[in-house]
């Protein structure tokens, strides 16, 4: 399936399918009990997710929303949990998957625990090698980047200024 830029794929708190992200990205947003938002993860083309949930199904513990034209295949989750229960050999798999999404949350821990001058550099070069020539400012808020990297907004857009001169 195709989703476009703003597209919610699934709701925090829903059911449903496990999914695999053929292309594109999509942002992982959880709501606050106050009602405000935030960005808690970015999916890149070839994650399978959500990760919580590949090993038993869960309630999705956050809203999956299309940041550009992405394409996900649906796996559904019956068949999933099934084909785990006669191919114990499939839990590898996940486990592999498990493994390669780890990788990617440390690289972006290490961009949101670099000295505050380094971080939107590290996180153009992140951006550069998933996703090419588009950049994180093409993609993403001010806000969502602060989220992301551990800044306020403000102090994003004094970074972002510092760095384009």
Same mark, same amino acid.
């Not at 947003?29 to 935030?38: K, N, Q, Y």
């Not at 999916?43 to 959500?50: A, D, I, R, S, T």
């Not at 090698?129 to 994003?156: A, C, D, K």
């Given at each position: 399936?195709?989703?476009?830029?703003?597209?919610?794929?699934?709701?925090?708190?829903?059911?449903?399918?496990?999914?695999?992200?053929?292309?594109?990205?999509?942002?992982?947003?959880?709501?606050?009990?106050?009602?405000?938002?935030?960005?808690?993860?970015?999916?890149?083309?070839?994650?399978?997710?959500?990760?919580?949930?590949?090993?038993?199904?869960?309630?999705?513990? +956050?809203? @999956?929303?299309?940041? $550009?034209?992405?394409?996900? /295949?649906?796996?559904?989750?019956?068949?999933?949990?099934? %084909?785990? *229960?006669?191919?114990?050999?499939?839990?590898?798999?996940?486990?592999?998957?498990?493994?390669?999404?780890?990788?990617?949350?440390?690289?972006?821990?290490?961009?949101?625990? +670099?000295? @505050?001058?380094?971080? $939107?550099?590290?996180?153009? /070069?992140?951006?550069?090698?998933?996703?090419?020539?588009? %950049?994180? *400012?093409?993609?993403?808020?001010?806000?969502?980047?602060?989220?992301?990297?551990?800044?306020?907004?403000?102090?994003?857009?004094?970074?972002?200024?510092?760095?384009?001169?």
């Amino acid at each position: 399936m195709i989703l476009h830029r703003g597209e919610v794929l699934f709701r925090q708190g829903e059911t449903g399918d496990l999914y695999r992200l053929k292309s594109g990205l999509l942002k992982v947003v959880r709501l606050r009990p106050d009602g405000s938002s935030l960005l808690f993860n970015l999916l890149v083309p070839g994650e399978f997710f959500p990760h919580h949930s590949l090993l038993s199904p869960q309630p999705y513990f +956050a809203t @999956a929303i299309a940041v $550009i034209s992405s394409e996900v /295949e649906a796996v559904p989750a019956r068949e999933w949990y099934d %084909s785990l *229960e006669k191919d114990p050999v499939k839990y590898r798999e996940v486990a592999v998957q498990l493994q390669h999404t780890l990788r990617i949350i440390q690289q972006r821990l290490n961009i949101a625990t +670099a000295p @505050a001058k380094e971080r $939107i550099p590290l996180l153009r /070069e992140w951006f550069r090698r998933h996703f090419g020539s588009q %950049s994180v *400012e093409e993609m993403l808020t001010q806000e969502e980047i602060g989220q992301l990297i551990g800044m306020s907004r403000e102090t994003v857009n004094r970074q972002l200024r510092k760095t384009q001169k």
